[in-house]
């Protein structure tokens, strides 16, 4: 086939899901790929050095052709210059379909921002050319649940445009049960839908990093019980759980929570520990991808939190892949769908957000279990995900989609 990648992102800006690593996968099996994005600019919002913005700009990376387009360089906080960006590079893809000389037969479309879906359905109208839209995050739901964006008159227009693409979509696949749900709910056919859970990076997880072993040993000491959480802490992690959680077992010999990363609720964190005079509350600075996977390794439960919010019921955090796979066990307190998929595979337990109670119970249950047990639960979470949810999988699964939308 030939595919025809339409995004918002892509490398050398952060994207590994569903950027050039997919793009060479289909690539590699025999598939003729080119993708169509704007400068890199994210997450900054200033363009990459070496690149500088004109009508039309080709590359080659890896083996793939990249058209790329300009676009009005934005990631700060004002709703207006996001707007600004997200649609001027909707509008130099969609003109740059007009002439584009690519013969696609299927185009995969990667939801960043909704507005992405309007080269498409250009790509559709004037070139014949189905897509295949997938939804990362839930359009108009996410920008009104993290306060960007909250005009009465703008969410119904917007709510209006992602009907839109969805009727003009061969086929949409989300990445949660819960988005599935939404969309059955907003009218969209059943069988138009799938859900295809994210994939982690596997590679840069289990490449052996060269980390000074005395170093994990002092962060995660042999002889304690290491719960380990590792991503951005910010707002929306609600992590005063975890120190909430803290006070309570401070008197339990051994127990060590370990927060590793930044984000912007890092020092009231580190406050509210010394505060509470903590000795069981750990911090240490963001961690390279190799580091990372040496430290899943090491622990004895993983955790994810996020705060209670309807949107994060239907949302997966990708650190729940990347636990699975590290063939870790997992304290899950992000929402339904996320402690759904952990219980499914068997892999961890899975407690209400921001309830600090069955945070504590859960933690001295996995104390209890054992080394032994803890392995097992590790080893079976291991095996869904590359039974279930592996970059191989998944690139199988979108392989079988596009096949479906080119055929209709």
């Known amino acids: 086939m030939k595919i025809l990648f339409?995004?918002?992102?892509?490398?050398?800006?952060?994207?590994?899901?569903?950027g050039l690593p997919f793009a060479q996968e289909l690539s590699q099996?025999?598939?003729?790929?080119?993708?169509?994005?704007?400068?890199?600019?994210?997450?900054?919002?200033?363009?990459?050095?070496?690149?500088?913005?004109h009508w039309k700009m080709v590359e080659e990376m890896n083996g793939i052709r990249i058209t790329r387009v300009p676009l009005y360089p934005s990631h700060d906080q004002s709703a207006i210059k996001r707007i600004i960006s997200y649609s001027s590079l909707a509008l130099t893809q969609a003109l740059a379909g007009i002439s584009y000389r690519f013969k696609a037969d299927v185009a995969y479309v990667c939801q960043g921002p909704a507005t992405i879906g309007l080269p498409a359905i250009v790509f559709k109208g004037l070139k014949g050319v189905p897509f295949v839209y997938q939804i990362q995050d839930l359009w108009p739901d996410?920008?009104?649940a993290t306060g960007m964006f909250d005009s009465g008159l703008g969410m119904k227009?917007?709510?209006n445009w992602c009907k839109l693409v969805y009727r003009k979509a061969a086929h949409i696949t989300v990445i949660a049960p819960g988005m599935k749900e939404k969309l059955l709910?907003?009218?969209v056919p059943a069988e138009k839908v799938s859900v295809l859970f994210n994939w982690c990076d596997e590679q840069a997880l289990l490449t052996p990093a060269h980390t000074d072993s005395d170093w994990l040993e002092r962060l995660l000491p042999s002889d304690s019980f290491n719960i380990l959480y590792a991503g951005n802490?910010?707002?929306?992690?609600?992590?005063?759980?975890?120190?909430?959680?803290?006070?309570m077992l401070q008197q339990e010999p051994g127990i060590r929570f370990v927060l590793v990363g930044n984000g912007i609720a890092k020092e009231k964190l580190q406050a509210l520990a010394a505060q509470k005079q903590l000795r069981n509350v750990f911090f240490h600075p963001r961690v390279s991808a190799g580091e990372a996977g040496k430290l899943l390794q090491k622990s004895d439960v993983v955790l994810t939190h996020l705060r209670r919010e309807p949107l994060f019921d239907i949302t997966i955090p990708s650190k729940i892949q990347a636990y699975l796979a590290a063939g870790r066990p997992i304290l899950a307190a992000a929402g339904r769908d996320a402690g759904d998929l952990v219980e499914k595979a068997g892999a961890g337990i899975k407690v209400t957000p921001e309830n600090p109670e069955e945070m504590a119970r859960a933690v001295l249950k996995f104390r209890r279990m054992g080394k032994e047990k803890l392995q097992e639960m590790g080893n079976r979470g291991r095996e869904f995900y590359y039974r279930e949810?592996?970059?191989?999988?998944?690139?199988?699964?979108?392989?079988q989609l596009f096949e479906q939308a080119r055929r209709k």
């Open 142 to 144: 996410s920008l009104s």
């Open 157 to 159: 227009l917007l709510h």
């Open 185 to 187: 709910e907003r009218g």
């Open 29 to 53: 099996r025999g598939h003729e790929v080119e993708v169509l994005t704007g400068f890199p600019n994210y997450p900054g919002g200033k363009l990459y050095p070496g690149y500088h913005q």
């Open 6 to 18: 339409i995004a918002h992102y892509f490398q050398p800006e952060p994207n590994f899901f569903f």
């Open 233 to 247: 802490l910010g707002n929306a992690q609600a992590l005063e759980t975890v120190i909430q959680t803290a006070v």
């Open 389 to 399: 949810l592996s970059f191989s999988v998944g690139v199988s699964h979108f392989e």
